[in-house]
């Protein structure tokens, strides 16, 4: 302090400029302050400290993202799925969830009307009973114009007759989907193989540990992640079929045959070509029997890159940094609690 006090006591003008930023919601204020012959440092103290509060009280904090979560109907445990979507979503502090059900099976679908347009990033956990025209109308509106989506892991199963939907997922699998559905399409030589060979699409082996292998480490979902790491206990999906209008490759992983698997390298996690929309498709996560025994969806792993997806599908870039507990290619890294602050 000594040092600042002698600067100003043999300064002849003392010439100061301040700038204070304002942050206001989608809007920035810059004042500029400037003081010219001011002696006293005290005043110069005083008035940085004044300018600093106010600066700090008028930033607003950045609002959160606003998801919904599509659920109510599923052949998997849907009832764990969407809830664990949720905590994993809400823990991180970047998103606001709201969770729209719809009726059981063989309900009546026009009480579902979810309001897409109100949200940045929409995640699909549902394969169930077709919607209304009235809420396909919409949820294509939604997608079209723009909207991030999320294709959680049986959401490929669904609406196997929608032709649209069948592009807005690029790959699905199951409910009578066969060549007419598009082509095979896994990965040889580090290529993807698009196999117009007739046969039914979706398969999986056994549920167990395996390496995802990194295809694209440039994308903002995967950029600073490692290119191989260890996922928890898992379905991988395999001789998934469709119209493979695949826009970035991101994560694949080899079905083997000892487990039951196709023996090829499956794409397992990518980026969907379909207009303006941002579209991830994550095929990993099986529920498991309850929240406390879920080990795909506890690893973080997949949590990263349900978090990761999300962000990127609502607002095209990612902010969040690279966890340290991320899973190496040896050693697995479970999140039991879903990422819940301490």
Not at 19 to 35: A, D, H, P, V, W
Not at 192 to 207: A, E, T
Not at 213 to 219: A, D, P, V, Y
């Amino acid at each position: 302090m000594g040092k600042v006090k002698a600067l100003f006591r043999y300064s002849k003008l003392a010439f100061y400029k301040i700038y204070s930023y304002f942050c206001i919601k989608r809007k920035q204020y810059i004042t500029l302050i400037t003081l010219t012959g001011m002696k006293n440092i005290s005043k110069i103290l005083a008035l940085l400290a004044m300018v600093l509060l106010v600066s700090l009280s008028g930033c607003s904090q950045p609002e959160p993202i606003k998801a919904l979560i599509i659920s109510g109907q599923n052949n998997h445990n849907w009832q764990v799925s969407h809830q664990a979507i949720r905590q994993i979503l809400d823990n991180s502090g970047l998103f606001v969830t709201d969770i729209a059900l719809t009726p059981a099976a063989g309900g009546d679908m026009n009480s579902f009307q979810p309001q897409f347009e109100n949200y940045d990033v929409v995640v699909m956990d549902y394969n169930g009973d077709r919607w209304t025209e009235q809420t396909d109308k919409a949820f294509l509106n939604y997608v079209q114009q723009g909207g991030g989506l999320i294709i959680y892991h049986a959401a490929d199963n669904a609406f196997a007759g929608w032709e649209e939907f069948n592009r807005i997922i690029a790959l699905g699998g199951w409910e009578g989907r066969n060549e007419k559905s598009g082509p095979y399409c896994y990965l040889e030589n580090g290529e993807l193989v698009l196999d117009h060979r007739p046969g039914n699409g979706g398969s999986h082996g056994q549920q167990r540990e395996y390496v995802m292998h990194g295809r694209n480490n440039e994308h903002p979902i995967t950029q600073g992640l490692p290119t191989n790491w260890m996922h928890a206990q898992d379905e991988i999906y395999d001789s998934m079929r469709g119209p493979a209008n695949i826009k970035h490759l991101l994560y694949s992983g080899l079905a083997e045959t000892s487990t039951g698997g196709s023996g090829r390298e499956e794409p397992l996690v990518f980026t969907v070509d379909y207009g303006k929309a941002r579209i991830s498709h994550i095929m990993l996560g099986h529920a498991g029997a309850t929240l406390e025994d879920n080990p795909a969806m506890q690893c973080t792993g997949f949590q990263t890159l349900l978090l990761r997806s999300a962000e990127w599908a609502a607002t095209g870039k990612v902010t969040q940094p690279v966890p340290d507990d991320f899973p190496t290619e040896q050693t697995l890294s479970l999140r039991k609690d879903y990422g819940k602050k301490k």
